[in-house]
């Protein structure tokens, strides 16, 4: 076990005051392992990726440009994410989960300044996953685009072939995913901005990093963090 998780065993967060955040590369299992929280302990989920597709599919001089910066796998500035989260952050408790934000140290700055230290992010979970694993689940994911819910053609497929489970209607593949250029765009942007968190968080003694194979395993671990760290 990894020395970070020994020394943090002993911090004690109260599970309505949890605040967390997931890191991880693109195909980590972000969404997916916030879907399992989300159902275990139920906290809310502030997906930027998720809005951002939301706000792309609107014909709005905002939405066109977000989708071609999504299109091409690059991130949004800064201002425009801040406006976001903080909108999403006033209307949730004091216990949530985002999955992607921060993504650089100027993102997690803002987040600091914002939260002030008594609403801090208490836990900061790593997901970290070999890149050509990253690459192999990317290349079989399908998504449902209304709600956000992932697929696997391999690992997680769907009852019936090209068909969300709950609605019944059709999945996609994202436009991010289709384009090998596009996909090593986003993992490049990743190591440049985001690998640099993992220090911040580090320093402050609220990260944890979790290997995440192609099983059940790295949610395993999760809940055993949290399970270790989390009182009533
Ligand atoms: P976002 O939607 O967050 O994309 P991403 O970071 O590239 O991450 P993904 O959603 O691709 O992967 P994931 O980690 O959620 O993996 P998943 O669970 O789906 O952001 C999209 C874009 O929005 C960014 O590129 C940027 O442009 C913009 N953006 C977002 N936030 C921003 C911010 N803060 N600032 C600026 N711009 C921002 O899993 C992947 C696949 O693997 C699935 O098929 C799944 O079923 C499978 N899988 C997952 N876990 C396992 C497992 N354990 N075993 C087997 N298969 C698994
Ligand atoms: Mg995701």
């Not at 201002?79 to 934000?101: C, F, P, Q, R």
């Not at 696997?152 to 068909?163: A, C």
């Not at 019944?168 to 250029?181: A, F, H, M, Q, T």
């Amino acid at each position: 076990m990894a020395l970070n998780l020994l020394r943090n065993y002993s911090t004690k967060i109260r599970i309505d005051h949890l605040r967390m955040t997931i890191i991880g590369a693109p195909g980590s299992g972000k969404g997916t392992q916030s879907e399992k929280l989300k159902r275990d302990y139920n906290l809310p989920i502030i997906s930027t990726g998720q809005i951002l597709r939301e706000v792309s599919e609107q014909n709005t001089k905002s939405g066109i440009e977000i989708k071609s910066k999504l299109a091409a796998g690059e991130l949004i500035s800064d201002a425009i994410m801040s406006d976001i989260v903080t909108e999403h952050l006033t209307k949730t408790g004091n216990s949530w989960l985002l999955d992607g934000y921060p993504r650089n140290t100027e993102q997690a700055k803002g987040l600091d300044k914002y939260l002030n230290v008594k609403m801090a992010l208490n836990v900061v979970l790593h997901l970290d996953v070999p890149e050509k694993v990253l690459a192999e689940r990317v290349q079989d994911r399908w998504v449902h685009p209304g709600s956000g819910r992932v697929y696997n053609s391999v690992f997680s497929p769907p009852k019936v072939k090209g068909i969300d489970d709950v609605t019944g209607e059709p999945l996609v593949r994202r436009s991010d995913d289709k384009d090998e250029e596009v996909f090593r765009n986003r993992i490049q942007t990743f190591k440049n901005n985001t690998l640099p968190l993992l220090k911040y968080y580090e320093d402050r003694g609220v990260l944890y990093t979790i290997d995440s194979p192609n099983s059940d395993e790295g949610y395993v671990k999760i809940k055993q963090i949290l399970d270790s760290i989390l009182t009533k």
